[in-house]
């Protein structure tokens, strides 16, 4: 199974600061990186798909990137409403394989 | 609008089945593959199952392999989730989701609630 490291767990930021969030996959996965937002009490929500495609209604302060098997997602001029928590989810193979996710807080 | 709307959740004893059902609308769900996720009570997320547009193609987590069965009918629009023999650590809020050709869950249902304990 592919293993998906996600790092930090949990951080803390001041609005309009710039944050980045990283999964390591344990092998190649292509571009078949999602990455998704869940606010508390809430359903996921799409952000990125294909490792850099903004999803639908997605602020564009939001980006994904990919280097090898190391993604990452990137938020810009952090809002107080990016509070949550992240997933990334690898699509390649299966079994399906979430990041342990990352807990946004912010100052 | 796309909407997906689970049920069948419940307090269910060790050993026990449930079924859990996720009605689609707003959109063609037969061309769709569609998935199982689950959230443990304060933690993340695990994915459970998936199923292609046609059922052609089935995978399951190996916690669940065996003991849960996925399936849809055309029909009703409506995706299922079999669980058999259930386990305490399958307590969770399983939430279904749609999955686009590109390989990405756009759209989540709200979860629904199975807790297995006696």
């Known amino acids: 199974d592919i293993q998906m490291t996600q790092s930090p767990a949990s951080l803390s930021a001041s609005p309009e600061e710039i944050v980045t969030i990283t999964c390591q996959a344990s092998?190649?996965?292509?571009?078949?990186l999602v990455w998704f937002q869940q606010k508390p009490g809430k359903s996921p929500q799409l952000l990125i798909y294909?490792?850099?495609n903004l999803a639908d209604g997605i602020p564009s302060r939001f980006s994904g990137s990919r280097s090898g098997t190391q993604f990452s997602l990137k938020i810009s001029r952090l809002q107080v409403e990016d509070t949550g928590i992240y997933y990334c989810l690898q699509r390649y193979s299966n079994p399906r394989t979430f990041g342990g996710g990352t807990k946004l807080e912010l100052k | 609008e796309v909407q997906l709307v689970e049920s069948g959740g419940g307090l269910v004893q060790p050993g026990r089945s449930l079924k859990l059902s996720c009605v689609a609308s707003?959109?063609?769900?037969?061309?769709?593959?569609m998935n199982w996720i689950r959230q443990a009570p304060g933690k993340g997320l695990e994915w459970v199952a998936y199923?292609?547009?046609?059922?052609?193609?089935?995978y399951y987590a190996e916690t669940v392999k065996g003991r849960f069965t996925i399936s849809r009918d055309k029909a009703k629009n409506t995706l299922y989730l079999q669980m058999t023999s259930l386990r305490s650590e399958d307590t969770a809020l399983y939430y279904c989701?749609?999955?686009?050709?590109?390989?990405?869950?756009?759209?989540w249902g709200q979860g629904v609630m199975v807790t297995v304990s006696s």
């Open positions: 707003g959109f063609t769900f037969s061309t769709y593959g």
């Open positions: 199923i292609s547009s046609g059922s052609s193609y089935i």
């Open positions: 294909s490792a850099t």
């Open positions: 092998q190649d996965i292509g571009n078949w």
């Open positions: 989701a749609r999955e686009t050709p590109g390989g990405y869950f756009d759209y």
